[in-house]
């Protein structure tokens, strides 16, 4: 950087820049320090409960080795699986113990790597000051926790890098050499035979690469320039933080580990699981039926156990039994409730007996009967998208069928259970909406009707804004509104709308020489308030071939409005 054909100032200035890089470099924080402190040995800790559980699975699956091939085979793959994460863990304790010493003043020249007793004694190249003791639960912070250069000469300068390009090699290898192991456990023989087995493998296998964190890939920036994982992640972090980089490689390697370990200990069904209690348990679809519908109900032991040699009764009577679930079907014959006594017997392990378990269930029967409800009023109207909701207790919306008679009316579903009553133009004054439903054992059953009347939305009735016209007329309320409106006071249906199309005024006044007349399109009262301004008290007006639309899109004429001024 300060050399080549460049001025002596432009030197000077790239030779300052370096200094400054390696000063900041070297200023690194005693809070950054603690940080990683924490992190390494929060990876630590969590490493070393994973190593538990892939122990206990392992152990689970060694108890039923002698008797299981399946099982026998998966403590094989098991144990390749571990080797290939020991191996690798190996390299990474090496590397930290190589660091320590390093860090402690020792030797750099034909460095062949210390023991693991180095790396585990919690004083050697730790700092043992309060200071350094503050973060609990693990090593004490390092000596040279801030420094940017032993790590760096150890992974990148000596040997050219070898040390750096094994490691990160190492840890691709483990995950590719995992990932074969259980390709090759889906294709053994013995784990194969079962297709399902087999195809679990597989199904996991590609799971565990997706979710896998144990890569340490090249990648290139932004700029486009390539990056070596070395030199992202190790070589320009301080010596604390290659530390907590190195414990969290162990942790996601024995990650992998255990996804592979459970998935192998799963494909033999040989993970020790033990329960303490037993419950039956009764689980049916629905607890309530119609008259004449079928009841039916799984009965079955928690924690289930589908080759449990298992015997079901149903009030003293056994029933039949499949893959370990009890089937208990009955027709209903008349409504109320059904309580029933389930008694199950379960072969002790060591064939000394068996262990009885009871329990009671019920279930209600209903009368075929469908609740039929129109969602504004029992009257449905003409041109208007008229809410109805059917439901049949009991169910699936989507098993009920509704269907209309008379009126010229046609039903469009909103939604299942919800429904819209449309009759564009009205024929006769009633129309029935009949149920019916599909029953779970394929039966239709009526589920009832219900009468509902066909009627016209009421005339509206025109309104200057606010002022209506059935009594004295107020001259000062009139001048104040916007827009002539169509009214359908105290009618029920809510949202109902007409829009004005158009009206003729006409007054008559002291003040207008005679009849004053004007037809306005649009519902606006702004052009006739030049006419008012003319009028007084007793003055008449008149609003008359008022026309509007309404929801049928139809347009129609309302009556005359009008009266004399106060």
């Known amino acids: 950087m300060a050399g080549g054909k460049l001025s002596a100032r432009q030197k000077m200035i790239n030779m300052m820049y370096l200094v400054l890089t390696a000063l900041l470099a070297l200023n690194v924080s005693k809070e950054i320090i603690k940080a990683f402190n924490l992190m390494e040995n929060s990876l630590d800790n969590s490493t070393l409960n994973i190593l538990q559980k892939n122990t206990d699975v392992l152990k689970g699956l ?47 020249k034909d460095y062949k790597g210390v023991s693991y007793d180095v790396f585990n004694h919690k004083s050697f190249g730790r700092n043992q000051t309060p200071e350094g003791l503050l973060v609990k639960g693990g090593f004490p912070e390092l000596a040279q926790g801030d420094n940017m250069e032993i790590h760096a000469h150890y992974l990148v300068v000596e040997e050219d890098g070898k040390r750096g390009k094994e490691l990160q090699k190492k840890i691709n290898d483990a995950r590719i050499k995992m990932l074969a192991v259980m390709k090759k456990a889906s294709n053994d023989v013995i784990l194969s035979s079962n297709p399902e087995t087999k195809s679990m493998l597989l199904v996991r296998m590609k799971a565990i690469e997706a979710k896998s964190s144990l890569y340490a890939e090249d990648a290139t920036n932004s700029e486009g320039e390539k990056n070596s994982w070395i030199s992202m992640y190790l070589e320009h972090s301080p010596l604390a933080g290659v530390f907590a980089m190195l414990s969290k490689v162990e ?106 378990y009871e329990t ?112 004295a007329i107020s001259l000062s309320a009139l001048k104040v509104q916007a827009n002539g409106l169509a009214a359908l006071d105290n009618f029920v249906y809510d949202g109902v709308k007409y829009d004005v199309l158009s009206y003729r005024f006409t007054c008559i006044g002291r003040r207008t020489n005679g009849p004053k007349i004007l037809t306005v399109n649009g519902p606006s009262l702004a052009p006739i308030q030049n006419f008012l301004k003319l009028l007084g008290p007793g003055d008449l007006i008149q609003f008359d071939q008022i026309k509007v639309i309404g929801p049928d899109k139809t347009p129609k004429f309302l009556d005359n409005v009008g009266g004399s001024v106060q």
């Open 62 to 108: 060694a108890k039923t080795a002698a008797d299981n091939k399946a099982a026998a085979v998966a403590v094989k793959y098991c144990k390749d699986i571990q080797g290939i994460s020991n191996d690798l863990i190996t390299l990474l304790h090496v590397s930290k113990s190589d660091l320590l010493v390093l860090s402690s003043g020792g030797l750099d």
């Open 251 to 356: 942790n996601d390697a024995r990650s992998m580990e255990a996804e592979v370990l459970q998935a192998l200990a799963e494909s033999v069904n040989a993970a020790d699981y033990k329960f303490d209690k037993l419950i039956p348990v009764v689980s049916a679809a629905t607890s309530a039926v119609l008259t004449n519908q079928m009841y039916e109900a799984n009965i079955l032991l928690a924690a289930y156990n589908s080759k449990a040699q298992m015997i079901v009764s149903v009030n003293g009577r056994p029933i039949e039994v499949l893959d370990g679930i009890g089937k208990y079907k009955v027709t209903s014959n008349s409504p109320g409730t059904n309580k029933y006594k389930v008694g199950i017997q379960v072969p002790k392990p060591n064939g000394d007996g068996s262990d009885n």
């Open 360 to 471: 009671e269930a019920e279930y209600s029967v209903f009368a075929p009967q469908a609740a039929i409800s129109a969602d504004e009023l029992n009257v449905i109207y003409v041109g208007l998208p008229n809410p109805i909701s059917v439901s049949v207790g009991g169910v699936d919306p989507k098993n009920v069928n509704v269907s209309v008679t008379g009126g010229s009316v046609s039903l469009r579903m909103a939604k299942p259970g919800s429904f819209n009553a449309i009759v564009p133009v009205r024929n006769g004054n009633e129309c029935y909406i009949n149920v019916t439903a599909k029953l779970p054992d394929g039966r239709t059953v009526s589920m009832g009707s219900k009468k509902f009347k066909i009627r016209n939305v009421p005339r509206p009735t025109f309104k200057a804004g606010s002022v209506g016209f059935s009594g």
